[in-house]
């Protein structure tokens, strides 16, 4: 077996032995510590494990170390994790070694879990090497033991060890001795300044002429007003309204700012973003869904009275880029609208009130959701491409946030993976404000927070599942299309370094493609072609040029489309010979972040124009037009539907359908939902289920232990936060759509799923990969090789 599937096998075993085992709530209800100290270590580095530990026990503290417990014949996997469990706290050992490690990252996260806030002190952090902490542990304090002598590596163990702080037994003297300054100004305090040598007589003296101090005065006078008045126009200057008049605060729940030219912050009520000449999206538009989720509001607060505290009244933060981007097109914010519509769903579901006949009117099933929280949801703009969201964290959001009386569970949204959304998912981090992404998928997120959790696996799974599907179909060579980092023009040049989405993507399909070789799978390999675009050609610049790149590929090629969903339409304008018609054409597949584009533009070509992309909520997509509609449950009776149907999926399509009926908001001309939708409802069903499971009380350690420990059912597919922040095991699917249609189209009977999918034209699912140790299957769970063969 190659390293690639032996450390999935490795992981997967640590995290059963440790985070099934010993997990954060077991830590808690444990009795009594069998040690004091566990420490977690690299082989490496024994002979510092050794020294620390013998320092600890010279002072009568028990510790339990692997160079001294695990002898021949014990169970090294039940003795760690007894390690673990059983001492009352870890010292983790930092080194370049301990860093590369796959056990000792288990080790200390699943211990972390049991006190993310650091307030319990279970981890203790020591350097032993000149390494950088993850950003996991960035938050805890931590003591550096190297580059000191052995007594002052004593000194500086002890004290931390036993937990108490270094306060003097006596009064400290009064630092009282002489005060030493720098030779310049010591100078200047020596030499007497210039001027006359005694000060002016005040006005009343009887010598000096009364005249002459009047024309003075009035000189002085008349210098203050001319100050005054230049300050004033300064100030003026400085504080005049500019930009748009509605960009103003208006109370607690509307912040806003205007920063050059963008109107950024967050709202509650009455401010929408979006709106002005250029709001002309899709139905349902940017500002319809804001004015639906504030009516929503204003019945969270109708049942906040109602209930007289029955019912936790809790608040959401829906963070995105709400200003439209400049050269963008019309549907600039089908993502975000999608996002939103999630959510409205769930607040139509639980801002109900029996009696009202307005917005928020019962349904005619009338759903019971009286042990369920209240829901407010406010809506945040982080500025075009979210280039002011560390900013707008920082001085806006976090402030309402941090204010219990507001009950914010967190913020769910996030786009771009970007340097300013990842410094904004630092900070909320670092204030213990919990993240979810919605379709964030760029590798190495979660080092930022250790509240941070992601909807969809990394890009390392979508790289691992194009390369897989291009095996499977026979293809010689994966062909990547991508904007290259501006000013690289060299042959392998990559994306811009600081797009963490585009470049890990395109970093992960090198060397997922590079190990294809080392696989044998089906004794075929890869070969992988970069073919980076200039980023700054104009559409039809562009366009050009894919139409030169097009007439070089052949048909034993997979394209791939690894750019953003902005510039999918040029891309298929550009590669429309290329297309999959009438199986005469080549596979070309999008990224998963095309999905808006795909819903957004279905119907709406007279060609035939066919292509494939990556779907992160395929049960939400293949439900169909019976999912908007409220009509799942005879569409998966007639045994045709793809996917096994859940019952979070039944939820959800019948309160989307009861969020369209009763709200009023448009439907889309797309008939199946966009998955952004499903992934949103279910990032909000993670903080629900989370408050239903900590019986209504709002603590955000709890709320973060529930999120990550107990898996959940959703729509798009279970999500599992126990082996990762990111939902490494969901499903990846890839769906075959034709432009010119406005629905998928309906798949055939579960029997025909034995015929090959790239076969069998009415089949939309063609291929799946899921699993912490990956499996490629089709979309009826049925195993297809090269993973599941």
Not at 100 to 124: F, M
Not at 716 to 726: A, I, K, M, N, P
Request: hydrophobic share 35%; with cysteine.
């Amino acid at each position: 077996m190659t390293e690639q599937q032996i450390r999935p096998n490795l992981h997967a075993s640590a995290e059963k032995h440790l985070g099934s085992g010993p997990t954060a709530e077991h830590l808690d209800q444990e009795p009594a510590p069998r040690w004091d100290f566990f420490i977690s270590y690299a082989s490496a580095d024994e002979p510092w494990a050794e020294w620390v530990a013998w320092q600890l026990e010279a002072t009568g503290l028990r510790v339990m170390l692997r160079a001294w417990y695990f002898v021949p014949g014990a169970n090294w996997i039940d003795l760690m994790r007894q390690g673990v469990s059983k001492s009352d706290r870890v010292i983790v050992l930092l080194s370049h070694a301990y860093l590369n490690s796959i056990y000792n990252q288990t080790e200390w996260r699943v211990v972390w879990a049991a006190d993310p806030s650091g307030e319990k002190r279970k981890l203790v952090p020591l350097r032993i090497e000149g390494c950088e902490p993850p950003e996991l542990l960035h938050q805890l304090v931590s003591v550096d033991l190297f580059d000191v002598d052995q007594h002052t590596a004593r000194k500086l163990l002890l004290p931390v060890a036993h937990d108490k702080r270094e306060k003097p037994v006596t009064e400290p003297p009064f630092p009282s001795g002489p005060i030493t300054l720098p030779p310049q100004t010591r100078d200047k305090l020596e030499s007497p300044a210039p001027g006359p040598a005694d000060p002016p007589e005040p006005p009343n003296s009887i010598s000096g002429s009364p005249g002459r101090w009047i024309r003075r005065r009035r000189v002085q006078v008349a210098f203050v007003l001319v100050l005054a008045l230049l300050a004033g126009a300064v100030v003026w200057l400085i504080l005049r309204p500019t930009g748009d008049p509605a960009c103003r605060s208006q109370g607690t729940e509307v912040s806003l700012s205007w920063i050059d030219g963008e109107c950024v912050g967050y709202s509650a009520r009455d401010f929408k973003f979006g709106e002005g000449g250029d709001r002309d999206t899709d139905p349902p538009s940017l500002s319809e869904v804001q004015e639906k989720i504030f009516a929503q509001n204003s019945c969270a607060e109708k049942l906040r009275d109602i209930s007289n505290q029955r019912r936790p009244f809790v608040t959401l933060i829906y963070f995105s880029a709400l200003t439209r981007p400049r050269e963008a097109g019309r549907d600039w914010a089908k993502g975000s609208v999608a996002e939103l519509t999630g959510m409205l769903t769930w607040q139509r579901h639980l801002n109900v009130i029996r009696e009202d006949k307005g917005a928020c009117e019962p349904n005619d099933r009338r759903e019971r959701s009286d042990d369920l929280p209240i829901l407010r949801v406010v809506v945040a703009n982080g500025g075009s491409e979210m280039k002011y969201a560390s900013e707008v964290v920082k001085r806006q959001i976090i402030p309402f946030a941090t204010r219990r009386e507001n009950g914010v569970l967190g913020v769910i949204g996030m786009d771009r993976s970007t340097a300013a959304t990842e410094q904004a998912i630092r900070e909320l981090g670092r204030k213990k404000i919990p993240v979810i992404a919605t379709s964030l998928t760029g590798d190495g997120m979660k080092e930022f927070s250790p509240l941070y959790f992601q909807m969809a696996p990394e890009n390392e799974r979508q790289a691992l599942l194009v390369a897989m599907y291009a095996i499977k179909n026979k293809k010689n060579r994966v062909s990547v299309y991508y904007p290259r980092k501006s000013g690289d023009n060299t042959a392998d040049a990559m994306p811009d370094i600081d797009n963490r989405y585009l470049y890990t993507l395109v970093r992960d399909l090198r060397n997922e493609i590079g190990k294809t070789s080392a696989r044998s799978v089906d004794n075929r390999s890869l070969t992988l072609d970069l073919r980076g675009w200039n980023s700054e050609l104009t559409d039809r610049e562009l366009q050009a040029w894919l139409r030169s790149e097009c007439a070089k590929q052949n048909t034993d090629d997979l394209i791939f489309y690894a750019g953003w969903g902005d510039d999918f339409g040029d891309f298929l304008d550009g590669m429309e010979n290329c297309l999959d018609k009438e199986k005469e054409g080549l596979f070309v597949l999008g990224d998963d972040s095309v999905s808006y584009y795909v819903t957004g533009n279905a119907g709406k070509d007279d060609g035939n124009v066919t292509f494939r992309y990556v779907s992160m909520g395929a049960p939400v997509a293949l439900a169909r037009e019976s999912c908007s509609f409220g009509t799942l449950d005879s569409y998966y009776q007639q045994g045709k539907a793809p996917l096994a149907s859940s019952n979070a999926l039944r939820e959800f399509c019948t309160r989307l359908n009861d969020m369209y009926e009763k709200t009023g908001v448009e439907r889309p001309g797309t008939l199946w939902p966009d998955e952004n939708i499903g992934l949103s409802y279910d990032a909000v069903k993670v903080f629900v289920d989370a408050v239903h499971t900590t019986h209504g009380e709002i603590d955000i350690d709890k709320i973060v232990r529930a999120v990550s420990q107990e898996p959940r059912e959703g729509a798009t597919g279970t999500r599992d936060f126990r082996v990762s922040q990111t939902s490494t095991d969901r499903q990846l699917t890839i769906i075959r759509v034709n432009r010119q249609d406005h629905d998928i189209p309906r798949p055939g009977p579960p029997g025909e799923s034995r015929i090959d999918a790239e076969e069998n034209d009415s089949e939309p699912c063609k291929f799946a990969i899921v699993g912490i140790q990956p499996r490629t299957v089709d979309c009826y769970g049925n195993p297809v090789e090269p993973l599941g063969g």
